[in-house]
């Protein structure tokens, strides 16, 4: 095998997290690096030795396409380290994957995602991969994309309300697994029949959703940076309209929705600070009482520590009143204190100018801000 044949193979294995071409088994060999795949764990406790159970058993995570990661156990003659690829127990033949974690470590993943299986009955790993499981598993995934654009053919030929988004081959390519997307319950029965007809495989049909799909098809976000769940993420957490609420933002659906349609998955980072920002503040609902006339609150400068008001009874000129002289201004309101006008207490000033532009059949209206 040449360089230029070596140097295709390994880029067909970045998706999977390998960044050399695959070749006879050394244990000196580094086979990936830890910016290889966004389903690299870092093992903080690789220096902690630890025990078999009593049945001489070890746990391992590995991973396999498409964020797919599942837990196996090894018995204690097998060693295995992380990178390694390695032919693992399936449903029905063998599959290929790659070590994510070993060692202590495993059992504190386990309990953190609430795997209940014991070691005994976790599926197996058989054995470190051979240079013939390899060169089946490499020309079971170059039938990967020539499957996912015909499997769209025959969904287009049956009519189908269902998306296609990828195809995994299982390493023994005696399985494949089609993920789609579907708003509604979607009859695949024709369809299976009609891709075990043509592909001569077991197929299995597995739903997705939304998120997951712009995860698999990746893209670019309205930041100019490549998607979040494509790139790096790989556990989704919900995203409630409160946190896009609690950081003053435009409860535009459009502005807020990634491309997966939910809302981005970024509104989340920066929801604690927000949360730890707003404990200084007082209360919203906090009307600054004063000689001119009642004055409420109409939005909020966070990491600033503004909160801007305006009069009842003129609600275009808004003022920023830092937090402090709100507090100061209520508590004196409670001690029937009013201040001649808030005015005086005002870090800057906003103003509010609408102009009226029409004529009898219709009528514009425009907001300028000074």
Not at 192 to 220: D, N, P, S, T, V
Request: aromatic share 10%.
């Amino acid at each position: 095998m040449n360089d230029e044949q070596q140097a295709k193979i390994a880029s067909t294995f970045i998706p999977r997290g390998c960044c050399r071409a695959p070749r006879i088994y050394n244990p000196k060999d580094q086979i990936f690096r830890h910016s290889c795949c966004k389903l690299d764990e870092f093992n903080w406790l690789k220096e902690y030795k630890d025990s078999p159970n009593e049945a001489g058993l070890r746990a391992a995570e590995v991973r396999f396409k498409n964020g797919r990661k599942d837990f196996f156990s090894y018995t204690n003659e097998l060693e295995l380290k992380e990178g390694e690829i390695i032919a693992v127990e399936a449903a029905a033949g063998h599959d290929i994957g790659i070590v994510t974690l070993v060692g202590e470590i495993v059992n504190l993943q386990m309990k953190r995602k609430k795997v209940q299986e014991s070691l005994e009955t976790l599926k197996k790993i058989y054995r470190h991969a051979k240079l013939s499981d390899i060169e089946k598993w490499v020309s079971a995934i170059e039938l990967e994309e020539n499957a996912l654009f015909r499997s769209r053919e025959v969904v287009l030929d049956l009519s189908l309300n269902m998306k296609m988004n990828d195809v995994e081959y299982q390493g023994d390519k005696t399985k494949a697994i089609f993920y789609y997307t579907a708003e509604d319950r979607v009859d695949f029965r024709e369809l299976i029949k009609r891709l075990a007809e043509e592909f001569h495989i077991r197929i299995e049909m597995r739903q997705i959703g939304m998120r997951q799909e712009a995860a698999k098809l990746g893209g670019i976000g309205s930041c100019g940076r490549e998607l979040c769940c494509s790139s790096w993420m790989a556990d989704f957490h919900s995203v409630s309209t409160n946190v896009a609420r609690l950081q003053q933002l435009s409860p535009n659906p459009q502005k807020l929705a990634g491309q997966c349609g939910k809302l981005k998955c970024c509104l989340n980072y920066e929801y604690e600070a927000y949360l730890d920002a707003l404990k200084s503040f007082p209360d919203d609902r906090t009307i600054l009482k004063t000689k001119k006339g009642d004055a409420f609150h109409q939005k909020s400068d966070i990491f600033k520590g503004l909160m801007w008001y305006a009069y009842s009874n003129d609600r275009n000129n808004l003022m920023a009143i830092p937090i402090d002289k709100v507090k100061e201004i209520a508590a004196n309101n409670k001690k029937g204190k009013l201040p001649e006008k808030l005015e005086d207490f005002a870090f800057s000033k906003e103003q509010n100018i609408e102009e009226e532009y029409g004529n009898d059949n219709n009528e514009m209206r425009f907001s300028n801000y000074e």
